[in-house]
């Protein structure tokens, strides 16, 4: 029997996505690259602090409400709490009350339902006990600040963990994923952090570098967060016969694998005799 393999959008072996936090003036510079260089990325957002400067903040300069709709266009804006206070240390209908207000508060700016949220300041132990609290808010994804260094697919996306910090050493974790891509479809690359790092510590350089290598890359699917989700919730969706023969596309969107040497499209709604 032939076994048929997860690919990208469009058959692509490799898909980019990244994931940046809190929403400072340094989003500016950060999307002019990667617009520049056609990748895209969830940027997380704290409704409560847009348009504060760094004497009202006490820390940085954050975007305006004006600018949000126009600076995230053709990325994806995702909730990261209204105030950004420590889940831990508020009541939990305060903490849900945070979520729920910055998703209304955003949805108003962006004209889009938001689906992601990241905690703030991480928080890793309190994942499982945050988990079902974002499910019940309406959202989809709820990413870690946990790095595996890996390019696999989240089994759960109320648990997913990206690849790496933006710190990394990215251009070598690249290549690596490149070389793995060669027998094993459907890779995942997805960096995180904040654009203010590149101002504060790392320098724009390492970024422009690596965005300008990854956009240049052949058969690499850039994409957000959502767009990431839409696309494997299709994949799993999928109704296969047990001999992998005959398959069923219950959604909208098609979806794309190898099978036999080939790459094979399903349309929505379409199903598909594989050995015909």
Known sequence: MDISQFLWHNGRRIALTSDWDDGTEHDRRLAAIMNRHGLKGSFNLCSGKLGMD?????????????????????????????????????????????????????????????????????????????????????????????????????????????????????????????????????????????????????GWEPIETFAALAGETPGVWHATKGEIYDYVMAWRRLAWSLAGTVVRNPSAASVWFRHGGRIIEIK?????????
């Open 54 to 202: 760094s004497q009202q903040s006490g820390w940085k300069n954050f975007i305006r409400e004006d600018e949000v709709a126009t600076l995230y266009q053709g990325h994806e804006v995702c909730s990261h709490s209204v105030h950004h206070l420590r889940p831990w240390s508020i009541p939990i209908d305060q903490l849900r009350w945070e979520i729920l207000e910055d998703r209304r508060r955003l949805e108003a700016l962006v004209g889009y339902p938001v689906r992601g949220f990241v905690l703030p300041y991480g928080w890793p132990t309190g994942y499982a006990w945050c988990k079902e609290l974002v499910r019940s808010c309406g959202l989809q994804y709820l990413r870690h600040s946990e790095s595996t260094l890996q390019f696999d697919l989240p089994s759960d996306f109320l648990d997913w963990k990206p690849t790496c910090h933006c710190g990394a050493e990215l251009t070598k974790l690249w290549t690596t994923m490149l070389n793995r891509s060669k027998d094993q479809p459907g890779q995942l690359f997805n960096i995180f952090g904040h654009s203010y790092e590149f101002e504060d510590d790392l």
């Open 268 to 276: 929505g709604g379409q199903c598909l005799h594989l050995e015909e």
